[in-house]
């Protein structure tokens, strides 16, 4: 996966995203990505406004050259107009929100470059709770069944590791063949954390049946690391997963609207948990999240559950 180098930037936002983000608080570069695209945009968009650039589309807009006084001048009247100006949905409001809050804390609070912090009133919209959406055990072994063609080992792995491991699409791309140690599988997933899943039966039989026809010769460089290999001969992208498994979504008979690689990990939770009966300290442990709280969504009572307690209520028997 190609990463931004942050040139077009001025120099204050690329200490911020090198040498704070990455180096001082070891975030991914991924995270750090997304803070580039958010904070790019943001301030294209003021840079245009502030200085009545007559330009039809902003996102042209140079900001190279923005210096320490354009940070300062920047009030929160002008971030507005940027969230208004853009009417995106409300959880792309909040990342964006966050975006520029952590920027004008690092100038404030911790490179102490200016006084005045414009973001510090501006709240994240209200976010909607939302069950997430899992593929049930009939449907995944359905997913598991619609597999076929030229690259059906390597699919199926793919499909069976992220429906038992629960893995984050960049940290299944980002298996390299030294991270497996027998039955265990060390994963770098969120802010270079490693940590390490156990892989069941079923994944090693999927990963020794693809690692039979896994092409050897043709793969050149730092992608003879990579364990899941494209038609290219190169490290396998998300992209390309994404439309694999929309390919096989669809073969399944299953909405590919509303299931993505993300989906599959819902569905390695939900599943573990509702049919093997793993506890959430576990879970938090098997998914690599920070906090238990993220592991609670994946912990859902499904309506069959709700339906029994109701129907087990003690006053169901009065009559």
């Known amino acids: 996966m190609k990463h931004p180098s942050y040139d077009d930037l001025p120099v204050i936002l690329q200490d911020y995203l090198k040498n704070y983000l990455i180096i001082t608080k070891n975030r991914s ?38 210096d320490l006084n354009f940070f300062k001048s920047v009030e929160t009247s002008d971030i507005y107009n940027y969230l208004y100006d853009k009417n995106t949905k409300a959880i792309s409001r909040a990342r964006k929100i966050s975006s520029i809050k952590s920027f004008y804390k690092y100038l404030c609070d911790i490179s102490k470059k200016i006084e005045r912090n414009p973001t510090s009133g501006l709240e994240a919209p209200k976010l909607e709770k939302r069950l997430p959406k899992y593929l049930n055990l009939d449907e ?23 429906l038992n491991c629960g893995l984050r699409l960049s940290e299944l791309v980002g298996i390299n063949l030294e991270h497996i140690k027998g039955d265990t599988l060390s994963v770098i997933g969120k802010g270079n954390k ?18 039979r026809v896994r092409p050897i010769d043709k793969i050149k460089g730092d992608d003879r690391r ?29 909405d590919p609207k509303k299931y993505t690689p993300h989906k599959l990990r819902h569905t390695a939770a939900t599943l573990m948990h509702k049919h093997a009966g793993v506890d959430i300290r ?36 009065l009559r």
């Open 29 to 66: 570069k991924n995270t750090v990505n997304e803070y580039y695209y958010d904070l790019r945009d943001i301030f294209q968009f003021i840079k245009r406004d502030k200085y009545n650039i007559k330009i039809e589309n902003y996102k042209e807009i140079d900001i190279s050259d923005l």
């Open 140 to 162: 995944s072994l359905a997913l598991l069944h619609s597999v076929d063609g030229e690259f059906k080992e390597r699919d199926y792995a793919i499909l069976t590791v992220f």
């Open 194 to 211: 490693e940590r390490s899943v156990h892989l069941n039966k079923a994944c090693l039989d999927a990963i020794e049946a693809y690692l």
């Open 226 to 254: 990579a364990l899941f290999i494209s038609k290219k001969y190169k490290r396998i992208s998300p992209r390309m997963v994404e439309i694999m498994v929309k390919q096989y979504i669809i073969e399944a008979g299953l």
């Open 282 to 317: 576990t879970l938090q442990q098997v998914l690599g999240h920070e906090t238990i709280a993220t592991t609670q969504i994946y912990t859902h009572i499904d309506s069959d559950e709700v339906k029994s307690a109701i129907d087990n209520n003690p006053l169901n028997k």
